[in-house]
Nanobody
């Protein structure tokens, strides 16, 4: 089992920044961020492997958001500068315990609201 606890969401104006945190109860192969806006399906945002050697982003955030992790703290971060109203969503942290598994574990989500 892996428990994931997210934090860092909030309300910001367009152009503002937030940093999301997700701490896992143990080491996992992959940690990722997803988001779900009202009335929409959950979508992939970014992911990072344990070593940090493989990172990828969705097209909607590539070049704006940065994912990173601190393995000593089992924590993954999502730096989100220059936020847009369309970034408004509940952001979820997810963990894949190994490279053969999918995202088996999910956090409770943290709300990000960007006002125009």
């Amino acid at each position: 089992q892996v428990q994931l606890v997210e934090s860092g969401g909030g309300l910001v104006q367009a152009g503002g920044s937030l940093r999301l945190f997700c701490t896992a109860s143990r080491r996992t192969a992959i940690l990722g961020w997803f988001r779900q806006a009202p009335g929409k399906e959950r979508e992939f945002v970014a992911r990072i492997t344990w070593s940090g050697g493989f990172i990828n982003y969705s097209d909607s955030v590539k070049g704006r958001f940065t994912i990173s992790r601190d393995n000593a703290k089992n924590t993954v971060y999502l730096q989100m500068p220059n936020l847009k109203p369309e970034d408004t969503a509940v952001y979820y942290c997810a963990a894949a315990p190994d490279f053969a598994s999918g995202y088996s574990y999910w956090g409770q989500g943290t709300q990000v609201t960007v006002s125009s």
